[in-house]
């Protein structure tokens, strides 16, 4: 490559290469043909790339040196704009891809296999740190510690990726704002997503399942505003969404189906819609911490409803009110849940119902769905 000239493009034949620490420095293409293998023998970084408008494709990229005073990665690009990295296959890695600074690229159908087993010696698929208007596409990351990691990076894209088995979390935002998540597949992580301390954002059509542990959930919202969360489908997770000091967030088209609990609010939260979703055979649908309630519950299918429709119009003649007793009672007092079926709970969930004291009394869907809602999710 110091023979290459900016704008050239560089074909790698197919074979095994012994390299570490590749300086990119110049806008080329660097393209392999029948997948070649860069082994970086565990010796540190394989791939930096320091220049605009460069183009990593089509490589297996392999032993990544592992540091705990360093970010080793199997591809970092620093201060670059118009990179487009894609169709690589990465394994024995410490970090996978590693933007940082980086600007107007593109990260598209690599496939990235780690072998973590603790969050504390293991680093992220791909991770973008100070970086704007990237998409992150196609991707299937697994093993790591966090599929996809975000921190003061805006407007950056996230569609059609597969993030699974990871230990800490598929998604991970941090201080990010007006972002898309859209059509990914979130699965068996430490957790789901993660949403923290950013705001104007999109999470759409995703599927968020099997995410279970004692910690876990499908989808954590901490101190973030302005969020919509539209047609996803949130699956046996222990909870599909916990939310802590978040405003204006809309809830609206989403199924939540056999969790343990659908949505646990855990308090300051206000000026929410959670409205026209379906929840379905969850423990819980709902659990509030506090008395008060400053959100819209309006619209939503509960299969949990007991009342009628003597009007016929599809709406039930009776307010449900989706917070239970119990589930009061189990935020404080965590071994009652295997009181979970006994009659003694139906009995305190109904004297609630008929006189509520210590859960919110205003807190109830006053338009509650008697058939299933139908959701688009072409």
């Known amino acids: 490559m110091l023979q290459a000239e900016e704008g050239d493009t560089v074909l790698v034949k197919k074979g095994v290469y012994k390299e570490a620490n590749i300086k990119i420095n110049k806008s080329i ?15 540190g970084e394989i791939i930096t790339i320091g220049a605009d408008n460069v183009m990593l494709d089509g490589f297996k990229i392999i032993n990544v040196g592992v540091s705990y005073t360093t970010d080793y990665a199997a591809v970092r690009v620093v201060n670059s704009t118009g990179f487009v990295i894609q169709n690589l296959e990465l394994q024995k890695l410490f970090f996978g891809i590693y933007l940082q600074k980086s600007n107007d690229g593109k990260v598209l159908n690599n496939k990235v296999r780690g072998e973590a087993v603790t969050e504390f010696n293991s680093g992220n698929a791909i991770h973008l740190w100070y970086c704007k208007n990237v998409e992150v596409i196609g991707n299937d990351v697994q093993k790591v510690r966090d599929g996809i990691y975000l921190e003061f ?8 990726n597969i993030s699974k088995n990871n230990v800490r979390y598929g998604l991970h935002f941090m201080f990010s704002n007006n972002n898309y998540v859209i059509n990914n597949v979130f699965e068996t ?5 993660a949403l923290m301390f950013s705001k104007f954002m999109e999470v759409e059509n995703n599927v968020i399942k099997k995410n279970w542990g004692t910690a876990s959930y499908g989808l954590l919202l901490k101190e973030v505003n302005d969020v919509n969360m539209i047609n996803n489908l949130f699956i046996e997770n222990t909870v599909g969404i916990t939310v802590e000091g978040s405003n204006r967030l ?9 969790n343990g609990y659908a949505i646990r609010v855990k308090g300051a939260c206000y000026d929410n819609q959670i409205i026209n979703n379906n929840f379905l055979y969850n423990s819980f649908d709902i659990s509030y911490n506090g008395r008060i309630n400053d959100n819209k519950f309006d619209n939503n299918y509960w299969s949990n409803y007991t009342g009628y429709d003597l009007d016929k119009n599809g709406i039930g003649d009776v307010p449900y009110r989706p917070v239970k007793l119990f589930s009061y009672i ?13 009659l003694f709970i139906d009995i305190i969930d109904f004297s609630e119902k008929v006189s509520p004291v210590f859960t919110p009394d205003d807190l109830m869907d006053n338009n509650p769905r008697m058939k299933l809602i139908q959701h688009d999710r072409n």
């Open 153 to 160: 990076s805006d407007n950056i894209k996230i569609t059609n």
């Open 29 to 43: 293409a660097l393209i392999g043909e029948d997948m070649p293998v860069i082994d970086g023998e565990a010796k």
């Open 250 to 258: 809309v809830y609206s088209n989403n199924d939540f189906t056999s």
């Open 189 to 193: 992580n430490g957790a789901g997503i």
């Open 330 to 342: 189990v935020n404080r007092t965590p071994e009652t849940i295997i009181l979970l079926r006994s």
